[in-house]
Antibody, heavy 123, light 110 residues
Framework: EVQLVETGGGLIQPGGSLRISCTAS????????MSWVRQAPGKGLEWVSV???????YYADSVKGRFTISRDNSKNTVYLQMNRLRADDTAVYHC?????????????????WGQGTMVTVSS | QSALTQPASVSGSPGQSITISCTGT?????????VSWYQQYPGKAPKLMIY???KRPSGVSDRFSGSKSGNTASLTISGLQAEDEADYYC??????????FGGGTKLTVL
């Protein structure tokens, strides 16, 4: 069964750092497109970052320069290192697997989602 | 990277059809046929319903369909059922390996 499980969320003070993880099972992350999408309490979805199968990484303007996406293929895990955290980073952070048809995989749709991990930035 | 515009809420009676619009710009929705739609129940993870504008993943009911005209994409749900009551989000590729979501639409089945 294809599954994603996020861990590492918690309460962090403004200006602090936190690393959250997304461990995959049922597939290999290095062959796929993996994204982070967040949802602030009572708000909509916001795309945060993607790491391509080739290793290239991209970010939303709101997190560029503060967040870093990476992966450890041996652990089949994707990470999101979050630095200089702000109150408006408070959200549930989901990782998501890019959709794969019978022909190819793509980062243009988010197929499998984890349940998310809550990050609260507050003093 | 401004959010796509969706109506805050739509409603319909069982058996009816409803359409949710998703308006972007010529830099995102208008430039690419890469709009996806997601259904989300309270406290749950989103579920992919439509990708590449009009394609349905395996297992998604054919009551759900997607289309696009200019800078506006649409999700139509036909034969509305009580279980369709949920929040719906659109998402579009916005160029330079970035994506943008809509603000979400709450669907109420009367």
């Amino acid at each position: 069964e294809v599954q994603l499980v996020e861990t590492g969320g918690g309460l962090i003070q403004p200006g602090g750092s936190l690393r959250i993880s997304c461990t995959a099972s049922g597939f290999t992350i290095s062959s796929n497109y993996m994204s982070w999408v967040r949802q602030a309490p009572g708000k909509g979805l916001e795309w945060v970052s993607v790491i391509y199968s080739g290793g290239s990484a991209y970010y939303a303007d709101s997190v560029k320069g503060r967040f870093t996406i990476s992966r450890d293929n041996s652990k089949n895990t994707v990470y999101l290192q979050m630095n200089r955290l702000r109150a408006d980073d408070t959200a549930v952070y989901h990782c998501a697997l890019g959709y794969c048809s019978s022909i190819r995989c793509s980062a243009n749709a988010f197929d499998i989602w984890g349940q998310g991990t809550m990050v609260t930035v507050s003093s | 990277q401004s959010a796509l515009t969706q109506p805050a809420s739509v409603s319909g009676s069982p058996g009816q059809s409803i359409t949710i619009s998703c308006t972007g710009t010529s830099s995102d929705v208008g430039s690419y046929n890469l709009v996806s739609w997601y259904q989300q129940y309270p406290g749950k993870a989103p579920k992919l319903m439509i990708y590449e504008g009009s394609k349905r993943p395996s297992g998604v009911s054919d009551r759900f369909s997607g289309s696009k005209s200019g800078n506006t994409a649409s999700l139509t749900i036909s034969g509305l059922q009580a279980e369709d009551e949920a929040d719906y989000y659109c998402c579009s590729y916005a160029g330079s390996s970035t994506w943008v979501f809509g603000g979400g639409t709450k669907l109420t089945v009367l």
